[in-house]
């Protein structure tokens, strides 16, 4: 055997080796073994944003599904800023306010509750009285 010969050989040798071992990395189960943990944590952190998702601030609240009818007084709705409108309103509690535009209120005209929207949460709704409330006081 001559030298080039054997290089040859000990050449092929090596590849088929580096092709086994490659082969072997990428079996099913090896690959499942090294995806595994990785997919369920992303269907952990997935569901904890769900529950985190932040409240959408009360003045996005207010022009989004309050000012249709507070910023022009539609059907008798108090107007924002309209501070004597307001004042026997505000007199009843930021609380008892923010209930009745959950649940709804009549007075001389009718406040749909949450103003017809009902994917608000309570959060959100209270969050808007209170941004109508400081600009009308
Ligand atoms: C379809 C029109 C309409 C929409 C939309 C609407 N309101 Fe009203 N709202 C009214 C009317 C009318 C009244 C007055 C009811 C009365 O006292 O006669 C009112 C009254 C209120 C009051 C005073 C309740 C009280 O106890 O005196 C609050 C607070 C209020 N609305 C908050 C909201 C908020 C917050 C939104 C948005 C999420 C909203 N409204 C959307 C029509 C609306």
């Not at 944590?41 to 959408?56: F, I």
Request: hydrophobic fraction near 45%.
């Amino acid at each position: 055997m001559n030298k080039l010969m054997i290089k040859l050989i000990s050449a092929a040798l090596a590849f088929s080796f580096s092709l086994t071992v490659i082969a072997d990395h990428n079996t099913e189960e090896a690959l499942q073994k090294r995806t595994a943990p990785i997919g369920t944590l992303n269907v952990a952190s997935a569901e904890v944003e769900t529950v985190a998702a932040e409240p959408r601030d009360g003045v996005t609240v207010y022009n989004t599904a309050c000012m249709a009818c507070h910023a022009s007084g539609v059907a008798g709705a108090p107007m924002v800023g309209d501070i004597e409108n307001w004042t026997p309103r505000i007199a009843k509690g930021l609380e008892t306010l923010i209930a009745n535009a959950i649940n709804g209120f009549q007075g001389e005209g009718v406040m749909p509750a949450r103003g017809g929207n009902p994917t608000l949460t309570d959060e959100e709704v209270g969050l808007a009285v209170e941004h109508m409330v400081s600009l009308s006081q």
